[in-house]
């Protein structure tokens, strides 16, 4: 009879550096044989349930075959953000979320997972979104990436062999509510006023060309290409993974042309030397004195947009500059407003009128044809 061992293990657990293994013997031919089903490196309260469901068969003297250890959510999630750092711009946004599901998820098994765990941890976000921010919750669309994380770390567990089903099938996102904010043509110019020198000419290029906070603070003074009046992206310096042009105004050369270089630095926009990293904190203040509610330096994008369309502009051509891949997603940047309603009504109007001109005017021996 197995003994418990210097680690305290129960009898017939054992342990070592590659883990937990059932230790017992069988007798075959006559004679007891030592038998070893490895376990591998899993929680200990997991090597117990699997040694308490073999005891008997043990006790027995039969064989028993080596059981696979279950793939924890843990190594399931390291493996994600192994595969996000090497495959995703945004990776950076991950880390903090994996790290709140290992502290709900625990050491449990990914298979374990079931959509009603899964809406347990909604509702735990919920309430702390709500303590976090009094008198606001957590939007929709922030727990609608979170739940895009978890179901890609069960998709590549899936990929990979290590589960044989999608344990949280069915779990759906929320249903989120697009922003639609835009600057009146008012509203932009109090915002210039307001503007410290340095952030301008970073505003003006997100208005006019819809470009992301990140791909302006990014860019380096040979990305400008006067001679072509466009400013390259290379598909590194993209949210999107893909290379774009974007058209420069005579204007919008003028401003980058009056952007004082940094000696030694290749960016376009530094402080104190030093390329600009974020300019969430002084945005929010301009847009305090600029009496500006509502508004995100993000939404500068869906100005661009808006505006492109009105001009005018086809959604083909718009998205090439914007670097939008599908229309779903370029559509929530295209703000349809008061303006344009009553534009359609005006245009309508023209047409009956124009049509109703055309009946009067016309002879009766023309209208008996």
Same mark, same amino acid.
């Given at each position: 009879?197995?003994?418990?061992?210097?680690?305290?293990?129960?009898?017939?657990?054992?342990?070592?550096?590659?883990?937990?293994?059932?230790?017992?013997?069988?007798?075959?031919?006559?004679?007891?044989?030592?038998?070893?089903?490895?376990?591998?490196?899993?929680?200990?309260?997991?090597?117990?349930?699997?040694?308490?469901?073999?005891? @008997?068969?043990?006790?027995?003297?039969?064989?028993?075959? +080596?059981?696979?250890? !279950?793939?924890?959510?843990?190594?399931?999630?390291? +493996?994600?953000?192994?595969?996000?750092?090497?495959?995703?711009?945004?990776?950076?946004?991950?880390?903090?979320?994996?790290?709140?599901?290992?502290?709900?998820?625990?050491?449990?098994?990914?298979?374990?997972?079931?959509?009603?765990?899964?809406?347990?941890?909604?509702?735990?976000?919920?309430?702390?979104?709500?303590?976090?921010?009094?008198? !606001?919750?957590?939007?929709?669309?922030?727990?609608?990436?979170?739940?895009?994380?978890?179901?890609?770390?069960?998709?590549?567990?899936?990929?990979?062999?290590?589960?044989?089903?999608?344990?949280?099938?069915?779990?759906?996102?929320?249903?989120?509510?697009?922003?639609?904010?835009? $600057?009146?043509?008012?509203?932009?110019?109090? %915002?210039?006023?307001?503007?410290?020198?340095? %952030?301008?000419?970073?505003?003006?290029?997100?208005?006019?060309?819809?470009?992301?906070?990140?791909?302006?603070?990014?860019?380096?003074?040979?990305?400008?290409? %006067?001679?072509?009046? @466009?400013?390259?992206?290379?598909?590194?310096?993209?949210?999107?993974?893909?290379?774009?042009?974007?058209? %420069?105004?005579?204007?919008?050369?003028?401003?980058?042309?009056?952007?004082?270089?940094?000696?030694?630095?290749?960016?376009?926009?530094?402080?104190?030397?030093?390329?600009?990293?974020?300019?969430?904190?002084?945005?929010?203040?301009?847009?305090?004195?600029?009496?500006?509610?509502?508004?995100?330096?993000?939404?500068?994008?869906?100005?661009?947009?808006?505006?492109? *369309?009105?001009?005018?502009?086809?959604?083909?051509?718009?998205?090439?500059? +914007?670097?939008?891949?599908?229309?779903?997603?370029?559509?929530?940047?295209?703000?349809?407003?008061?303006?344009?309603?009553?534009?359609?009504? *005006?245009?309508?109007?023209?047409?009956?009128?124009?049509? *109703?001109?055309?009946?009067?005017?016309?002879?009766? $021996?023309?209208?008996?044809?």
């Amino acid at each position: 009879m197995s003994t418990p061992n210097v680690h305290g293990l129960p009898p017939h657990l054992r342990k070592d550096d590659a883990g937990y293994y059932l230790d017992y013997s069988i007798k075959e031919g006559g004679k007891r044989k030592r038998k070893r089903v490895r376990l591998g490196p899993i929680p200990l309260v997991q090597a117990k349930k699997i040694l308490a469901r073999n005891m @008997v068969e043990m006790v027995e003297g039969k064989y028993l075959a +080596s059981e696979q250890a !279950k793939l924890t959510f843990a190594d399931a999630a390291d +493996s994600f953000l192994a595969y996000s750092k090497s495959r995703k711009k945004s990776h950076r946004n991950d880390p903090p979320i994996v790290s709140r599901f290992k502290a709900f998820f625990g050491i449990r098994s990914l298979e374990s997972l079931t959509p009603d765990l899964v809406e347990a941890y909604i509702i735990q976000r919920q309430k702390e979104g709500q303590l976090n921010h009094k008198g !606001k919750g957590i939007s929709g669309t922030t727990l609608n990436k979170e739940i895009a994380c978890l179901k890609t770390i069960v998709r590549r567990a899936l990929l990979n062999g290590q589960i044989n089903r999608n344990p949280i099938m069915g779990v759906r996102k929320f249903k989120e509510i697009p922003r639609d904010r835009t $600057l009146s043509p008012e509203e932009y110019q109090t %915002l210039i006023r307001e503007c410290p020198h340095r %952030l301008r000419p970073i505003i003006q290029l997100a208005y006019f060309t819809g470009m992301r906070c990140g791909e302006i603070l990014g860019l380096k003074w040979n990305q400008l290409d %006067l001679k072509n009046k @466009v400013l390259i992206l290379e598909a590194l310096d993209t949210k999107t993974l893909e290379k774009r042009e974007i058209p %420069l105004s005579e204007s919008l050369i003028g401003l980058l042309q009056q952007v004082p270089p940094t000696l030694g630095s290749p960016y376009v926009f530094t402080f104190k030397g030093k390329p600009m990293k974020s300019i969430k904190t002084t945005f929010k203040r301009v847009c305090r004195k600029a009496g500006i509610e509502n508004f995100k330096f993000h939404d500068l994008r869906h100005c661009a947009v808006t505006n492109f *369309r009105k001009a005018g502009v086809s959604d083909s051509v718009i998205m090439s500059i +914007s670097g939008h891949k599908t229309h779903a997603v370029f559509r929530r940047y295209d703000r349809v407003d008061r303006e344009d309603r009553e534009g359609a009504l *005006r245009k309508a109007e023209i047409l009956m009128d124009t049509a *109703r001109t055309l009946v009067e005017n016309q002879s009766p $021996l023309e209208g008996s044809k």
